[in-house]
């Protein structure tokens, strides 16, 4: 199927009010470009790696997930009396950070058990090989990424090639002193691109808690022609529609600016938790979306 068919069909259902020409064998096409959607991180002034990656308060968030990443690069721990769980050991020079937050928090790194990732990028993953030699816990990752990791990646943004213990599949339940993650799918970003669900508990109530493992886009030029990910665009499609489908109260995800981490955690004192955010997790989903078919937009027209 060529990507411009894919386009016009998601061009329908999505697009219903733009001004639409009919063409010839049922293939539609919207007459205008797309307006530009763009997602406030890229509208707001580049930041630096470094300071994305600066010391960030560590926080309890809700139930037993705790928050240890770095300015923007958000890692989570979720505990247990059984020893915890990290998501996201970030870069290489995040771990000392991390486990700074960690041991700030009263829990001790060489208590982690696990290691997640949201994806296989430097930003999230390169970190595992330090934590791992620091805690000893288990790696575990999605199949379609898994072999990544156990290759390490090259240039800018690489990571350090890490032995896999546990390979997971779509839905996979990670359990450890009675917490239950699920590992979903979301591909698109890499093809094993990782959204983790939970429930926690918190003063009696029980909490469904989603961490997105990003439906960005980094390169518009990403989308079509991809010759080592041919199915790219048809994953971020199944990726829209899963995260639709996912029952969410408490909104987390890979990097602080996409659940709003400063504005949220400088809201923390105020009583209610700010953390608790069912409709902000749905406006996280449209805006990407929209910004997803707005650059697949922009590169189908290159
Ligand atoms: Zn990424």
Known sequence: MSHKFLFS??????????????????????????????????????????????????????????????????SFLITSPQGQILINPDFDDSVPTIQKSVEQLGFKFQDIKILLISHAHGDHCAGLSRAKELSGAQVMVMDRDADVIEKGGAGR??????????????RDEVRLGGNTLVAVLTPGHTKGCTTWTLKTQDAGKTYNVVIVGSAGVNDAHYLVNNATYPDVIADYQQTFKVLKSL??????????????????????????????????????????????????????RQ
């Open 247 to 300: 029952p969410c109260d408490v909104f987390l995800a890979s990097h602080g600016g996409f659940y709003g981490l400063h504005e949220k955690y400088a809201k923390l004192a105020q009583g209610s938790n700010p953390f608790i955010d069912p409709a902000g997790y749905k406006a996280h989903v449209k805006l990407m979306e929209q910004a997803f078919y707005y650059k697949l937009d922009w590169a189908i």
């Open 157 to 170: 943004g690489g990571f350090p090639a890490v032995k896999v213990n546990r390979v997971l599949h779509d």
């Open 9 to 74: 069909l998601a061009a329908i259902a999505f697009l219903a009010p733009v001004m639409i020409v009919a063409q010839p064998a049922q293939v539609r096409i919207p007459k205008e470009t797309l307006a530009p959607v763009l997602t406030p991180w890229e509208a707001a002034p580049p930041r630096t790696r470094e300071a994305n990656n600066s010391a960030f308060p560590p926080h309890h968030v809700i139930g037993n997930v705790y928050f240890v990443g770095t300015q923007d690069y958000a």
